[in-house]
T-cell receptor
């Protein structure tokens, strides 16, 4: 069965610090990978996705993620965070198009001004 | 905007009652999924409908049921509510995004069971 593990439950950073959120997935076949963000009081939004091709994926708001197949990892990065990045971040995976999405438990990111 | 709306935004029920949550998806979203997001957790897949038939189900009991209608709207029904059913319920529709399809999530309905 597919599963997603996010290493950090709660991360606190100061503005301008660099960010890396860890994500590992468990699945033997080809997967699609996602990072979603949920800002306080708002709905889930897609930050970026990986289906195939270049393993370094760039998303919205300066975020990027790298798919490392040998490590079953899809870590999210941002070189310099802003206070407005305070939100909860979810890593997710599905096996194919139109398949259910399996989410990790989320990482709550708090940026200090 | 994702083109997916949900109603109501908030709902309070008591244990044992039944509830119906609604989702409206824009034209072209012929697949709809429902998720339950408990406090402090990631969304968990409940079930999925394609062309008005259930075509996938997560680890939820039969008292969770759904419907999808030809006009791209859908319902999630929960019978015999339990306290643990308190959660944010998310609906998502599949639609085109560039060269690929992706799931677009609605804002959710927050259900509180007392």
């Amino acid at each position: 069965a597919q599963s997603v593990s996010q290493h950090n439950h709660h991360v606190i950073l100061s503005e301008a610090a660099s960010l890396e959120l860890g994500c590992n997935y468990s699945y033997g076949g080809t997967v699609n990978l996602f990072w979603y963000v949920q800002y306080p009081g708002q709905h889930l939004q897609l930050l970026l996705k990986y289906f195939s091709g270049d393993p370094l994926v760039k998303g919205i708001k300066g975020f990027e993620a790298e798919f490392i197949k040998s490590k079953f990892s899809f870590n999210l990065r941002k070189p310099s965070v802003q206070w407005s990045d305070t939100a909860e971040y979810f890593c997710a995976v599905n096996a194919h198009l139109y398949d259910k999405i399996i989410f990790g438990k989320g990482t709550r990111l708090h940026i200090l001004p | 905007e994702t083109g997916v709306t949900q109603s109501p935004t908030h709902l309070i029920k008591t244990r044992g009652q039944q509830v119906t949550l609604r989702c409206s998806s824009q034209s072209g979203h012929n697949t709809v999924s429902w998720y339950q997001q408990a406090l402090g957790q990631g969304p968990q897949f409940i079930f999925q409908y394609y062309r008005e038939e259930e075509n996938g189900r997560g680890n939820f009991p039969p008292r969770f049921s759904g419907l999808q209608f030809p006009n791209y709207s859908s319902e999630l029904n929960v019978n015999a509510l339990e306290l643990d059913d308190s959660a944010l319920y998310l609906c998502a529709g599949w639609g085109p995004s560039g060269s690929k399809n992706e799931q677009f999530f609605g804002p959710g309905t927050r259900l509180t069971v007392l």
